[in-house]
T-cell receptor, first 113, second 112 residues
Framework: QKEVEQNSGPLSVPEGAIASLNCTYS??????FFWYRQYSGKSPELIMS????GDKEDGRFTAQLNKASQYVSLLIRDSQPSDSATYLC?????????????FGPGTRLSVLP | SAVISQKPSRDICQRGTSLTIQCQVD?????MFWYRQQPGQSLTLIAT?????????ESGFVIDKFPISRPNLTFSTLTVSNMSPEDSSIYLC?????????FGPGTRLTVT
């Protein structure tokens, strides 16, 4: 069973702080990892993708990947109330029929003014 | 990334009826997918819509309940058949851009 796990939250951080969102996955051979942001009532929006071990930075967002530990995280620096949303971790798993996107349950982030 | 539209954006349907959801993309794409997001839940893949062949369904989803069409590289439909209140969900179309996936705005379905 291919699984992606996240803390459901809610994770509350004060405005200006760093929000840290974590994700673990079950398949050691997975190579592609994604973070989506979903505002209430809206569809998921891709904000980061990462394929290699280490850090990948894009503005206030940093994705971190550790394949040995099967762990991927998303850091949001200088958190803003507009960052309040559910953050979904997605992993591509391979099987005999091809590749599947599997989403985690999501972590609800609340940034307090 | 591609611009994706879905129709209808929302609907309220009676038990036992069927609803067809349309997904239109502004460019040709190889891979199109249909997901379901039940209230308060994450996304679950229903099927991959293949152009020119039958859709590939995930475990727990069957063609009789969720027939899919993919007549060309920019359009797909998902039908939710013989609906029950348990089918009340958001249904999302997504397209593959290489490895990544991008989502349409979704269709919010309520079955009464």
């Amino acid at each position: 069973q291919k699984e992606v796990e996240q803390n459901s939250g809610p994770l509350s951080v004060p405005e200006g702080a760093i929000a840290s969102l974590n994700c673990t996955y079950s398949d050691r051979v997975s190579q592609s990892f994604f973070w989506y942001r979903q505002y209430s009532g809206k569809s998921p929006e891709l904000i980061m993708s990462i394929y290699s071990n280490g850090d990948k930075e894009d503005g206030r967002f940093t994705a971190q990947l550790n394949k040995a530990s099967q762990y991927v995280s998303l850091l949001i620096r200088d958190s803003q109330p507009s960052d309040s949303a559910t953050y979904l971790c997605a992993v591509i798993f391979s099987n005999n029929y091809g590749q599947n996107f599997v989403f985690g349950p999501g972590t609800r982030l609340s940034v307090l003014p | 990334s591609a611009v994706i539209s879905q129709k209808p954006s929302r609907d309220i349907c009676q038990r036992g009826t069927s609803l067809t959801i349309q997904c239109q993309v502004d460019s040709q794409v190889t891979m199109m997918f249909w997901y379901r997001q039940q209230p308060g839940q994450s996304l679950t893949l229903i099927a991959t819509a293949n152009q020119g062949s039958e859709a590939t369904y995930e475990s727990g989803f069957v063609i009789d309940k969720f027939p899919i069409s993919r007549p060309n590289l920019t359009f797909s439909t998902l039908t939710v058949s013989n609906m029950s209140p348990e089918d009340s969900s958001i249904y999302l179309c997504s397209v593959g851009g290489g490895v990544e996936q991008y989502f349409g705005p979704g269709t919010r379905l309520t079955v009464t």
